[in-house]
Nanobody, 120 residues
Framework: QVQLVESGGGLVQPGGSLRLSCAAS????????MGWYRQAPGKQRELVAG???????NYADSVKGRFTISRDSAKNTVYLQMNSLKPEDTAVYYC??????????????WGQGTQVTVSS
């Protein structure tokens, strides 16, 4: 089993910044893609940003130029730097990883979610 522990959410004013972190532990041999999703009240969960094991990144159009995803593979950790935050960024943010254990079994893992609220 894989555990994901997220941190860094909170309340911030519009235009402010937050940095989310997500550390993976447990039965991990390798991690392929890592990503951040978010879900606002009454809306479907959506991909915010993703990063492959090779470092390729992709972003939702709504966050391009404001958010940056990065990973520390040695620490099995993924980060999301969020700048110029807007009220519409308010949501619960979830970390996701795609990993393989020592037996080659694939795991799609989700964190518990961290609340990000952008409000004055």
């Amino acid at each position: 089993q894989v555990q994901l522990v997220e941190s860094g959410g909170g309340l911030v004013q519009p235009g402010g910044s937050l940095r989310l972190s997500c550390a993976a532990s447990g039965s991990i041999f390798s991690i392929n893609a890592m990503g951040w999703y978010r879900q606002a009240p009454g809306k479907q969960r959506e991909l915010v940003a993703g990063i492959t094991s090779g470092g390729s990144t992709n972003y939702a159009d709504s966050v391009k130029g404001r958010f940056t995803i990065s990973r520390d593979s040695a620490k099995n950790t993924v980060y999301l730097q969020m700048n110029s935050l807007k009220p519409e960024d308010t949501a619960v943010y979830y970390c996701n990883t795609e990993s393989f254990d020592l037996l080659g079994r694939f795991n799609d893992n989700w964190g518990q979610g961290t609340q990000v609220t952008v409000s004055s």
